[in-house]
């Protein structure tokens, strides 16, 4: 029994390096091939090792578009709905917690009920109201109808309800107002939750294409999903190096928050997951 449980052990190790392989070959690929040049990339585009290293795609970058320009723009946006998220998030399940008022769970599955509504259901009416708000080509108008999600009301109330209840009440008897209990109480106990779903909008926030390629025409307030795009043709990218220099420099930041938040993210889900 215990050779048999090594060995499936071993199987089942072998299986995950494998499956990890696969998920950051794509990654190490883009990497290796955004230090390389295009003649080097099409007589051997599968290497991971560049034989001649150089950051040329990097600079080409820069002054192809306005870069740093187009970071401050995701930066921004990305900053902006993850912040808004968490703080209406929070409120929204601190009262579905510790409120008592009609309606309640009749609302929050409401709320809970508009997670499962496909983007594009929502996207011609949030494009029509952006249009008539004047806010087409703006960052505001890519923010603005991204600033509530039911994901985070989720994540928080599953959290809230880890606090043991005694705690609450012994505030609520001292009449303590609730903004006191929310920043004293509730959030110090579920602060890596907190953390974790602040991390997981950014980057969602980050990775957005199809509402940012709706509302922005102009390079200057582009964010950089879509200024990769504008190095990527229809039928391939007419020089991958350039290309392969655009993807990296995009997803280095998110790549950094996730490694560094990893713990965070993987214990709120998966207490979210055994809370009823």
Request: glycine share 4%; charged share 15%.
């Given at each position: ?259 560094c938040c990893q713990k965070y993210i993987m214990s709120t889900f998966a207490s979210s997951g055994m809370k009823g």
């Amino acid at each position: 029994m215990r050779i048999k449980s090594k060995k499936s052990a071993f199987l089942a190790h072998l299986l995950l390096i494998i499956l990890v392989a696969v998920m950051f070959y794509p990654i190490l690929f883009a990497v290796a091939n955004s230090f390389k040049t295009q003649k080097e990339i099409y007589g051997n585009v599968l290497s991971l090792l560049p034989k001649a290293p150089t950051i040329e795609n990097y600079i080409t970058i820069t002054t192809k578009i306005p870069y740093f320009r187009i970071v401050a723009n995701t930066l921004f946006i990305a900053v902006i709905v993850m912040v808004f998220k968490v703080f209406t998030g929070f409120i929204a399940a601190y009262a579905f917690v510790y409120l008592n008022f009609p309606g309640k769970k009749l609302l929050y599955f409401i709320f809970i009920s508009t997670m499962f509504i496909p983007f594009t259901v929502t996207m011609i009416p949030n494009y029509i109201t952006i249009s008539g708000m004047g806010m087409l080509d703006s960052v505001y108008g890519v923010l603005l109808p991204q600033l509530s999600d039911a994901m985070g009301i989720f994540l928080l109330r599953q959290q809230m309800r880890s606090i043991p209840p005694a705690m609450i009440e012994v505030a609520r008897l001292e009449k303590t107002p609730h903004r006191k209990i929310m920043a004293s109480i509730v959030l110090p106990v579920i602060r890596p939750a907190v953390v974790s779903t602040a991390i997981i909008f950014f980057i969602n926030s980050w990775n957005e294409y199809v509402w940012p390629r709706l509302i922005l025409k102009s390079e200057e307030v582009y964010t950089l999903s879509l200024a990769l795009q504008k190095f990527v043709g229809a039928e391939g990218s007419p020089d991958m190096a350039i290309s392969m220099a655009m993807a990296t420099a995009t997803m280095i930041i998110p790549l950094i928050l996730f490694a560094c938040c990893q713990k965070y993210i993987m214990s709120t889900f998966a207490s979210s997951g055994m809370k009823g």
